[in-house]
Structures are given as structure tokens and as C-alpha cells.
């Protein structure tokens, strides 16, 4: 989950060009220590989104067709770090931070779904 | 179906009236990273003994590699790497001696391999055993039980009392051997987080029974953290029948489920409360559950 994440950002912010090609399932295990599986399975969340394809034999790619978000990643920035020096001013622990912005994304997600069930 | 490298069936051992293992069944495939966690006292270096042969099963049964690890030492150890908290080393050995004689008990042993651990972790092979630090100790410890490339390396609480750059030493050991085709590990930790990013599978032993034994994602997805908010205090906690955990005073109360994803929306109706948060449980959280249950 976390790997994928990690992944996407570096795609969107164009660190990771489309065209490229990402390192093999070994090397990421051994670079971050972690499980080789949970490398296949971010690779294979990647495959199925449409981010990277996995060619036979010789790797997985980021796809052609990715556009690079990275003007939009840029701006967002800023934003999200007054966000946050703003709620540090108040006290607000790391993982307070994240339980608070995790459910306020919960909530839009919540009232999408709801809006759309009634549409 | 994977191939099996270990198998536990129904073991038990007593230490007089304490039964440090009870009944457990478990088993370890093939190509695996398997976590064992538990406890101190919760069976976990008993389980090893036993896969190791150093103990016979009193009752139940206990294969490696398909063999008895107790009338087959010889055939099992020679295919395991084994590395305990405290590797009993002989202190008046030089490193290069110990290494020669490990070496003379495998046959597999990678002379070269050896070589590049050896100057990777800067021991120096005239030093005496006893002068080197715990650190030290245990990256040879590791050294000695790698070089053989065994098709099963077992570290029993490894990173215990050690720095972090030397556990870090020991992680890349464990990823090093998966990702060499076909190679299994099987460690005990206490260290959660080291578990979560290395292993597949995880097993929970507490007070020698096992809890849970399965893939981790499959752990994972099966326990959620509930938040509640109620109105008016409930009178007694909040009753779950899928809880395995329910924590919280007066409004707030957090509940920790073992049966995947429940319709927690329906559950906090059900209950008069509001629901706050409907997440997957981390693994600390699930680990002190069951602890406690």
C-alpha cells in the first residue's frame, strides 16, 4: 500500500519518467527491506491501474501514456505544508494529523457515494 | 499448492504443569519470510527447538524438509542457518578459526560468500571471539549461519538488544535469502514493525497456543478498528460479538474485530453510536489484541 503510494507520487511528480523502467522486484526488496511479494503486488496494483506494464522477460514500464502531474503535485505542495505548520502550531501529534486528514477524506468520499446513489 | 518446508502437527510440550506448547499446527511454505511472534514466554524459541531437533516432540509430530529433525539431525542441519539472541559462541576462538570450523560442517559453504560478508561487516578474522562486541558477535553469528546458503534460515529474535544499523544488517539478510530462488526464512521477533515490512506470514503464539498463523495480508485484512462515538456513556462497554478487543471510556470507545470487513455503519446504528473511523487495525493493535484476549 504503502510502496504503491510511494510509486505513484514519483510517477505523477515525473522523478519516475513514462517510458522508464522501474528497478527489478529484487532490488526494490533489497533497497527498502521489504518482502519481494509486497514489491510484485505494488508492481501488480500499478499493472491493473493502468500505470506500468509488465513486459515479458524484460520488466515493468512506466506507461507511455502516464502524463506527468507534476506541475499540479507542485502547487499542492505549499499548500499542504501551511496545512500543516498550521495545525503543528496547535499541538497536533503526527499520527493526530493523519487520523484527522483521513477522515475528512472519508467524509468527501462519503457524500460522493451518498450524491451519487441519489443521482 | 507451495511446497511445505516445515510442518508442526499438533504439538505439545509441559514444562511440569505449564504446557509451553499447546497443540499447535503450523506450517511453513516453501519461499516464505514467516514471522513468528508472541510474547516473551509465549512458546516461540520452544517451537524452534523442536524444528531444530533439539528437542522431541512428546506428543504431535514435527517434519523439516519431510524429515524427523530428531533421528535426522544431520540431513535437516545441514540445510538450516540457525541464529539465536545470544549465539553461542566459543569466545577463545579466533573469528577465522570459527569460520574454518563452521565450514568443516557444510558441505554447501560458499567459501567466497563467506569472504564478502566477512569483510562487509569488518570482522577481522585474528580477533578473539570474546573481545568482539555484542554487534559484532552477531553479524558473525549470521556470517556462520548464512555462508551454507541454507534452504531455511532461522533467527530466533535476532535484532534483540542490538543497534539499529546492525539489524538492518540482519533485514537485508532475511530479503538476501528470499530473494535467492527458492530460499526460506523463519524468525521470531518482538519487534512489530521489523515483521510488518519482511514477512508474508505470521504466526501468533500466546501462552503456547497459536493464535493465528496465515499470509499477512490476509491478517491484515481481517482485523478492522472500529471507533464509536456515543451520545450518552454507555453503561457497559459496547457488546461485539466479532470483537477480540473493545477499549474506551465514557463516549469513545475503539473495538478491534477478527472477521474482515463487518458493515461497521450497520454495527454503530445497531449500537445507538456514531461511527468515527472504520480502518484496518495496525499490527501492534492486533498483536495486543490477541495478547489480551
Redesign the interface.
Known sequence: MQLVERLKHSIATGAIKAGEQLPS??KM??DL??????VV?AYRDLESEGIVELRHGSGVFVRESVEARADVMRKAEPIMRSALDRLESLDLREDEIR?VM??EL?LRRAAKEARKRRA | MPETVAAVSHLTRSFGAKKALNEVSLSVPKGAVFGLVGENGAGKSTLIKHLLGLWRAETGSVRVFGLDPVSDTVAVLGRIGYLSEEPDLPGWMRVGELLRYTQAFYPRWDTAYAEQLRDRFALDPEARIKTLSKGQRARLGLLAAEAHRPDLLILDEPSSGLDPIVRRDILEAIIRSVTDEGRTVLFSSHLLDEVDRVSDHLAMLHRGTLRFCAPLEDIKARHRRISLHFERPPAEPPNVSAAIRVDGAGREWTVICDAGRIHAAALAQHLGATLVEDTAASLDEIFVAHAAH
Do not use: D, K, M, S
Open positions: 522486484v529484487r526488496a533489497e527491506l521489504i518482502n519481494p511479494n509486497t503486488r487520523r483521513e477522515n472519508g
